[in-house]
């Protein structure tokens, strides 16, 4: 049975001064930047791809130049919602109305509805998510956390080993030290065969994070009264609130944060045009 116990922050491993010198340093190794990649390199992502790296300069300009690549080729921040609504239909991953104790962005991810069978859709759909929530996140703050409520989840709605290892590898390599914490609340035997496969894709850092939440449990209790307000927490998930997904008024709030986006990454929305589920006339260097 999964047990948890509190992760305590890999940031005790250097002081604040020596963290202040990675930083600086990592600065000068990766040399002059501009357009994205500039307003991406803020000094929080810097820090945080340091971490993720256990503060190896080298190593951690290495990451930053493969998300460069990434960024570059996949334009994470030209996703429209306009691109992945159909794939939020149902609300199988939407961005709570509320935040953790610490004022984290939450995605609220719910895997019995999913409602279609493209790989690369839901890929897509999840990556348009993590910007989102980071686009929410509030100043001093880089993490989020993710809460999944495992109702009506079916294996045969479950992603494959496949999609989740490459959803593993984008989100591990070009958004390290995002995720705080992963809930997952009330998760069936099934799916625990499935983890079990799959934690092995996962650093030892992030297998931390993940938390099985059972509601008979007493530390399942404690530990969701640590990070959450149960006045704010859906029932779903312990608390005391409704959670609801009315897919018009979200899709009206991706709207406005599409606009959002446009002007963080400098670039006019209307220049952004989604054609069978692929982007045209896109820019970008990160």
């Given at each position: 049975m999964f047990r948890w116990r509190k992760s305590e922050d890999h940031d005790d491993e250097i002081d604040p001064l020596q963290c202040d010198a990675k930083v600086k340093e990592l600065k000068l190794a990766l040399g002059p930047l501009s357009g994205r990649e500039?307003?991406?390199?803020?000094?929080?992502?810097?820090?945080?791809y340091l971490k993720a790296r256990n503060w190896n300069v080298d190593n951690a300009k290495i990451m930053l130049q493969e998300t460069f690549k990434w960024r570059a080729s996949y334009k994470p921040e030209e996703i429209s919602w306009d691109e992945v609504a159909h794939e939020g239909e149902t609300g199988k991953i939407s961005r709570a109305n509320f935040h953790d104790r610490q004022g984290r962005t939450i995605l609220i991810m719910r895997p019995g509805k999913q409602n279609t069978t493209s790989p690369e859709g839901n890929i897509r759909?999840?990556?348009?998510?993590l910007e989102n929530a980071i686009l929410h996140l509030p100043e001093g703050q880089e993490q989020m956390c993710w809460l999944v409520d495992f109702t009506d989840f079916s294996m045969a709605k479950n992603s494959s080993i496949k999609t989740t290892r490459e959803i593993i590898n984008i989100f591990q390599n070009h958004y390290p030290e995002r995720?705080?914490?992963?809930?997952?609340?009330?998760?069936?035997?099934i799916f625990q065969a499935?983890?079990?496969?799959?934690?092995?894709?996962l650093d030892e850092k992030t297998r931390e994070k993940v938390k099985f939440v059972y509601p008979d449990y007493k530390?399942?209790?404690?530990?969701?009264?640590i990070y959450f307000d149960v006045e704010n927490l859906p029932k779903e998930f312990g608390g005391n609130a409704t959670l609801e997904y009315d897919h018009e008024e979200f899709s009206r709030l991706?709207?406005?944060?599409?606009?959002?986006?446009?002007?963080?990454?400098?670039?006019?929305?209307?220049?952004?045009?989604?054609v069978n589920g692929?982007?045209?006339?896109?820019?970008?260097?990160?």
């Open positions: 500039s307003r991406f390199c803020t000094e929080g992502c810097l820090r945080r759909h999840l990556v348009y998510m995720l705080a914490f992963e809930f997952l609340y009330n998760p069936p035997r499935f983890y079990n496969v799959c934690k092995y894709f530390e399942s209790i404690e530990l969701m009264d991706m709207g406005e944060d599409d606009l959002k986006t446009s002007k963080l990454w400098g670039f006019d929305d209307n220049s952004r045009h989604t692929g982007i045209t006339d896109g820019h970008a260097d990160s």
